[in-house]
């Protein structure tokens, strides 16, 4: 299936409130490289990166796909240059852009669906992501975006385009020395599980867990079989502190909503489990886990030490509900002045400035481990 085709096919089902149709999670992959995320690129540790997931880590694909999960207008892109909003979810740059330019490949990683793309910016990575997906299938359809399934059809399409333009050596070693990054799973506990009734009517939290690690593990093999050896796995974050949840499950004072946050590290447990596994399974390839939920509360419980000083709520409108087609210039007239002092740009998304320091955490922690 080419791409016009599986975009035609996708059709826009049932509009859900944006607190349903947008993602948080942070991610960056680690391999042998030490760096500060925001600093100049290092020496080319990887010949490409190759991104696959959720809003987090979608530049614009959703641009291209017919679905409301979409943020291509201000005040999106606000701090990013030139003020474009390019389709990032947030005011700037995402978790793979700091990723490729610590790789030393390059300062932004772009959208695969982009048309204007070029061979030279296929062969240093894309990002195949899609705001609004997740490991459960049904994830993806209830907002009509890229399901992985879909987007591995579109790395497969991606990779012809490599052979064609650039030969079965040099589109070999893309495929087996690419720096692998995965980013998704918080919309299937946030938005699929507690905010429709579909899964809560068949599976319990454990079950459905149960069922997400497995679509994981599907997904990860799948991406093994194809030829990829170097993998960086995103954990969920504590997806109940995230500023729609605390508005929506977190009482009157807008506390963490506990509920959100157990699930999540119940599915933590379980991912780290079946990369493990996979570990062991194919011993020559790296499948790291890297955990994303305890960094994000050390810093939503101590700000100030990262130089934040909101972490309840995001900048846009109110902070409080306001994501994708809620956060719009309507909003601009309550939205912060200086993203940097927010941890999150709006009620889903960390800010650039947030972005950054995790990046950078999750980085310095594991990036020794493959020296």
Known sequence: MDTHQLISNMM?????????????????????VISNAAGAPKKKSA????????SIVDPGNNNHVATIVKCDFPPYGRDFVGAKPT????????????????????????????????LQDLATGVSFASGGSGYDPLTARIVSVLSLSDQVELFKEYLNKIRQGMGEEAAATIISQS?????????????????TPTRRLHYDINAYTDLMARYASTFYEELYR???????VLSLPPIGCLPS???????????CSNSSNQAAQLFNSKLSAVLDSLSKTHPDALFVYLDVYNRLTSIIHNPIRYGFEVVVKGCCGTGTIEASILCTSVSDSHTCKDASKYLFWDSYHPSEKGYGILSDMVINEFAA???
């Open 245 to 255: 949840q605390r508005t929506s499950g977190g009482g009157p004072n807008r506390s």
């Open 12 to 32: 826009l089902r049932n509009f859900y409130s944006v607190m349903v149709i947008t993602t948080t999670c942070v991610s960056v992959v680690v391999f042998p």
């Open 179 to 195: 720096a692998y990054l995965i980013c998704v799973g918080s919309d299937d506990i946030a938005n699929t599980y507690f905010s």
């Open 226 to 232: 194809i030829g990829a050896r170097r993998i960086g």
């Open 87 to 118: 389709g990032r979810f947030c005011n700037g740059k995402v978790p793979s852009d700091f990723a490729a330019n610590i790789l030393g490949l390059k300062e932004l990683v772009p959208a695969y669906l982009d048309p204007t793309l070029t």
């Open 47 to 54: 010949p490409a990166i190759l991104v696959f997931g959720d």
């Open 369 to 371: 481990r493959f020296m």
